[in-house]
């Protein structure tokens, strides 16, 4: 998104990451995306800035700790050290952090941490929610018709809208008729949104 971005020295990139406020022509709303950018494209120059980000890491904001764990999860290999701070994070106290945690394991394709994460289907946070729903769902850990039958019926619009969006990526036809029968009417426009794509894509596979 950020373009100039690619052409920064190293320095620059450090020096942008460790202000206190982002670069003058990002907009206040995209503070978080931001940091994101930076920390990602201190990984694109080489794996060795694993090493500074996670030097950064404990004394940074919430925003920058999630920048440096989803730039983490870019990483192959990613060293130990950096799995050990992404597998402390899944407990963090702040759900914003651990979600993003949990989300990094997802696509990292680690599953040591699935015991942990299992419990927090139950929790009280919808981004922490949603992340565990994520996780649990692709490593097939329980019966996905159990686990999305519960979230289609969640109290966070968020977790309705990934359960959705986990029926459809998953090719799970077979549980889209929650989609028409709940989703459709579902309160929130993005899940609607979310639920009507799923049925739409039944109807187009049934017709094959």
């Known amino acids: ?9 190293i320095a620059d990139l450090k020096r942008w990451f460790e202000a206190s406020a982002p670069h003058e022509s990002v907009d206040p709303v995209e503070t978080a995306l931001w940091w ?5 494209e ?6 060795e800035h694993q090493d500074y980000l996670l030097g950064q890491f404990d004394q940074a904001n919430d925003d920058k700790k999630r920048a440096v764990i989803l ?3 870019f990483c192959s290999p990613l060293e130990h050290a950096g799995q050990a701070l992404v597998h402390r994070s899944v407990l963090c ?6 979600a993003e945690a949990i989300d990094a394991l997802t696509h990292l394709r680690d599953w040591t941490m699935i015991d942990v994460i299992r419990p927090f289907l139950s929790g009280l946070d919808q981004h922490l929610v949603r992340a565990a729903l994520d996780h649990v769902a692709w490593f097939r850990y329980i019966s996905l018709r159990d686990l999305i039958e519960v979230a289609v019926r969640s109290p966070f619009s968020l977790v ?4 959705y969006d986990l029926i459809d990526d998953m090719g799970l036809l077979y549980l889209s008729e929650l989609a028409g029968e709940l989703g ?6 993005s899940v609607k949104e979310a639920a009507e794509g799923v049925v739409a894509n039944l109807v187009k596979y049934s017709k094959r």
Do not use: C, H, W
């Open 36 to 40: 994101q950018e930076v920390a990602i």
């Open 93 to 98: 106290s702040s759900n914003v952090v651990a």
């Open 42 to 47: 201190l990984i694109r120059r080489g794996s």
């Open 71 to 73: 730039a983490l999860s």
């Open 1 to 9: 998104m950020y373009s100039f971005l690619k052409t920064s020295s």
């Open 160 to 163: 309705r809208m990934s359960a």
């Open 184 to 189: 459709v009417n579902d309160d929130d426009p």
